[in-house]
């Protein structure tokens, strides 16, 4: 197991959970991000290393711990990890009908909470969640944790090997709700996540 990603797990704190709208702190948001766009290395744990070798590395870690990735969350923070999910999902308060893309999906427990939520308590039947990881182990265990629920084969849920940098497969304006939190610090250009998120949202929708 890699020891550098358990420290940077470890470390982790909840996002902050705001409107995803062209405001004054998207704008720094992006201009922060633009400034270091064209610097040669980036961050990988505590080390620097050069961009190009990012997401390899990033893919490495994450095939090597798929299948115990949920079991590893629950070691490192005894279970934690499972309230802030259930706040997270409370404080996306999503509508009834609402569209959700889960970026950086992983094992899918943000889906399936969204999920459970709009049934018990919105009492809703046609919301929707699209699931996109760049490792399609992680993927692939986020199918198999919805098969065995009654969610198994159901049209309103997708999976797809994608990057957060490049959504092509999805139209502008398409989404309610976007999420990724941790996920966009395993991202070699966290400034192009930003700008597909704003672009893949309707408007008034909200990137957490």
């Not at 704190?13 to 992006?30: E, H, I, K, N, W």
């Not at 039947?125 to 996109?132: A, D, E, K, P, R």
């Not at 990724?180 to 909200?206: D, M, S």
Request: aromatic share 10%; proline share 3%; net charge neutral.
């Amino acid at each position: 197991m890699n020891s550098t990603l358990y420290r940077r797990l470890a470390r982790a704190t909840p996002v902050s959970v705001r409107p995803f709208a062209q405001t004054r702190s998207f704008t720094l948001t992006t201009t922060c991000y633009q400034n270091n766009e064209h610097d040669s290395t980036t961050h990988f744990g505590f080390k620097t290393v050069p961009k190009d070798m990012k997401e390899t590395l990033v893919r490495n870690v994450f095939s090597k711990v798929a299948s115990n990735y949920d079991i590893m969350n629950d070691a490192m923070s005894m279970g934690v990890h499972r309230l802030w999910k259930d706040h997270f999902i409370r404080s996306m308060s999503p509508a009834r009908g609402a569209k959700l893309i889960d970026v950086a999906g992983g094992t899918g427990d943000i889906a399936q909470r969204f999920l459970e939520y709009q049934d018990k308590i919105n009492g809703d039947s046609t919301s929707s969640v699209h699931m996109v990881d760049i490792n399609p182990d992680m993927l692939r265990e986020g199918e198999q944790r919805f098969a065995s629920t009654k969610w198994h084969d159901d049209e309103r849920i997708g999976f797809t090997v994608g990057n957060a940098e490049n959504l092509e497969f999805v139209k502008d304006g398409e989404f309610d709700v976007y999420t990724i939190a941790f996920g966009i610090r395993n991202c070699t250009h966290p400034e192009r996540v930003v700008r597909e998120a704003y672009r893949v949202l309707k408007p008034g929708g909200r990137f957490m």
